[in-house]
């Protein structure tokens, strides 16, 4: 079989392509990224407080605010964003408070999940669901 060089050059193109784009199977799960975090372990309701605004007029920046008494690590994932991880906090032995405030991008209407370890090795989970209105006009 005899091929043009068009006909080479699209079939190293295409196979270009298939190989640089992000496939679905690389991507995780919010899941599988608790999973990760948590090695599997039982995550208790108590424990951790997540502070976010029901309406977030402006999805670029929506304020968030996470503590847990006694944590050594925070994770604050968007589950509807295209990659949820949104920011890791991580507490040394001398930090004075398990606290944290920053400003995090959603992509529309999600919920934003926040995961404790604790000092005893146990999780603990707290989540809020953030609607993001368009243009700010509460649609």
């Given at each position: 079989?005899?091929?043009t060089r068009r006909e080479t050059l699209a079939a190293g193109g295409a196979a270009a392509l298939v190989f640089a784009l992000p496939g679905g199977a690389l991507a995780a799960t919010t899941d599988e990224l608790i999973a990760e975090f948590t090695g599997g372990a039982e995550i208790a309701d108590t424990g951790i407080t997540l502070t976010a605004p029901e309406i977030a007029e402006n999805g670029n920046t929506v304020p968030i605010e996470v503590s847990a008494e006694g944590a050594s690590a925070i994770l604050v994932l968007a589950t509807g964003n295209p990659t949820p991880p949104v920011a890791t906090f991580t507490f040394g032995p001398l930090a004075a408070s398990q606290y944290?405030?920053?400003?995090?991008?959603?992509a529309?209407?999600?919920?934003?999940?926040a995961?404790?370890?604790l000092a005893d090795g146990s999780f603990a989970r707290a989540s809020k669901t953030?609607?993001?209105?368009?243009?700010g006009c509460g649609g």
């Amino acid at each position: 079989m005899d091929f043009t060089r068009r006909e080479t050059l699209a079939a190293g193109g295409a196979a270009a392509l298939v190989f640089a784009l992000p496939g679905g199977a690389l991507a995780a799960t919010t899941d599988e990224l608790i999973a990760e975090f948590t090695g599997g372990a039982e995550i208790a309701d108590t424990g951790i407080t997540l502070t976010a605004p029901e309406i977030a007029e402006n999805g670029n920046t929506v304020p968030i605010e996470v503590s847990a008494e006694g944590a050594s690590a925070i994770l604050v994932l968007a589950t509807g964003n295209p990659t949820p991880p949104v920011a890791t906090f991580t507490f040394g032995p001398l930090a004075a408070s398990q606290y944290a405030s920053t400003r995090i991008r959603l992509a529309g209407t999600q919920e934003v999940v926040a995961l404790a370890k604790l000092a005893d090795g146990s999780f603990a989970r707290a989540s809020k669901t953030v609607k993001v209105t368009i243009g700010g006009c509460g649609g």
